[in-house]
Each structure stands twice: as structure tokens, then as C-alpha cells.
């Protein structure tokens, strides 16, 4: 069993009067793909807002290789070593795809030759992003946005890759696409933590799921496991 890289106690998320995140407990092991899944607004977003600084905590921990994340500023954990990829893709359209990409690098200190490498990394993963280069993220189709949205958050470096809702509004085939290079991702080691609605692809591709209602964690276990539990299947896959 692989060692937790992250670990989340406690986390309480509020929004004024409103606790949207109840008080969670969670790890990601170091080389897995662990999923957070759940209806819309069961504060899935939230948590990985959380993580990523980006929110405010009302409470809890979050320890990060054994270090503590909390209170830290969004560009330090990323520089930590904990990269998000937002909902929505969040592209800068009036920028070319190559240059959207090295903005993912700007938390670095390395020299050139090194990002030159890394973005080489990226147009092998998506020869789609190679293809475009020098044109704009805007002209991108929605698919094409994500796969960049995910290769700038590879050249940050990450030890621990956040993804909130990579599929969607995107059409059945480019999903299958997105996830098959998520596994190519995490089986070169990256650690993923994977937040979908879309919960039996995500759960398929999961060493390791929980499941949050209503800002709680209700259920954890296997992706497998999870697949084949009755209340998953009836609640979020039409079974």
C-alpha cells in the first residue's frame, strides 16, 4: 500500500452562514489516482479550492509530505509542489498555446533547456497542443482547451495534480481521451486527485474513491469497490 502524500483533517469550508464542507477527512497515497465524487453542489469544488488556497478554511489541517499547507499563499503550495487544474479550464484566449503553457512554469527556477524538455513532454501528450503552438488558446475547441489547461499545470512540476471537473461540457469521445492521458500521467508517477460529476469514469480510473454528499464524506473505498456498491449505483449511475 502506498504511503499518504496528502492528508486532510478536519476540513471545515464555510461561505458566511452556509458550512459547505463539514468537517472531512481524507489521503491521497503517493502514485495513485483518488477521486472525489458526488451530485453538483456537494462542495467537491470547494475542497479542492481549499487545498489549492484559493479558499478560506474554517477549520481542519492540510499536511502535504509532511508538511503543513494551511495558511499557506496559493503560489506557495503550488511551488510546494500541489498544482490545480480549475473548472472551466480558464485559459488565457488572447495568448498563444505555447505561451499559455509557459506561464505554468513561472513558479520555477530551472533554466530553459529544462521547460524546453517539459514542453516537449506536454506536445507528447497532447500532439494536438503541438500542432496549434503558435495560434491562440481562444481559437481552441473545448477539448483542445482542457488538454492545455491540464499541460500548463504539468510544466508547474506537480508531485500532487487537483482536477476539478476535467469532462466538462465535453463530448464522449474527447473524455475517453482526457482520461486514457490521465492514466499515462499518473503510471509516470504523478499523484492525482480527480473531482467529477461524471462518476463512473472517474471511479473506473480510481485506485481509490470517496464519495461527498452535503459536505460530508459518506462512503469510501476502491474505485472498484465503489463501482459495485448499490447505493453509488443507484444514487449516480441509473442503476
Known amino acids: 500500500m502506498s504511503e499518504a502524500l496528502l492528508k486532510v483533517e478536519g476540513l471545515k469550508v464555510s461561505y458566511g452562514h452556509i458550512e459547505a464542507v463539514k468537517g472531512i477527512d481524507f489521503e491521497l497515497r503517493e502514485g495513485e489516482i483518488t477521486t472525489l465524487v458526488g451530485a453538483n453542489g456537494a462542495g467537491k469544488s470547494t475542497t479542492l479550492l481549499a487545498l489549492s488556497g484559493l479558499v478560506k478554511k474554517a477549520a481542519g489541517r492540510v499536511r502535504f509530505d509532511g508538511r503543513d499547507l494551511s495558511g499557506m499563499a496559493p503560489h506557495r503550495i503550488v511551488q510546494s509542489g500541489v498544482v490545480q487544474v480549475a473548472e472551466g479550464r480558464a485559459t488565457l484566449t488572447t495568448l498563444t498555446v505555447r505561451e499559455n503553457l509557459e506561464l505554468g512554469a513561472y513558479t ?27 495560434g491562440l488558446a481562444g481559437n481552441l475547441s473545448g477539448g483542445e482547451q482542457q488538454m492545455l489547461a491540464i499541460g500548463r499545470a504539468l510544466m508547474a512540476k506537480p508531485r500532487v495534480l487537483l482536477l476539478d471537473e476535467p469532462s466538462m461540457g465535453l463530448a464522449p469521445i474527447i473524455v475517453q481521451d482526457i482520461f486514457r ?10 499523484t492525482i486527485f480527480l473531482v467529477e460529476q461524471n462518476v463512473r469514469q472517474a471511479l473506473k480510473i480510481a485506485d481509490r474513491g ?30
Open 181 to 190: 492521458t490521465l492514466r499515462t500521467i499518473n503510471q509516470a508517477g504523478l
Open 108 to 134: 520555477r527556477g530551472e533554466g530553459s533547456a529544462q521547460r524546453l524538455r517539459d514542453l516537449d513532454y506536454v506536445y507528447g501528450l497532447f500532439p494536438r497542443l503541438a500542432e496549434r503552438a503558435d
Open 210 to 239: 470517496y464519495v461527498l454528499e452535503t459536505g460530508s464524506i459518506v462512503l469510501a473505498d476502491s474505485g472498484q469497490a465503489l463501482l459495485g456498491n448499490p447505493r453509488v449505483q443507484e444514487a449516480y449511475l441509473g442503476s
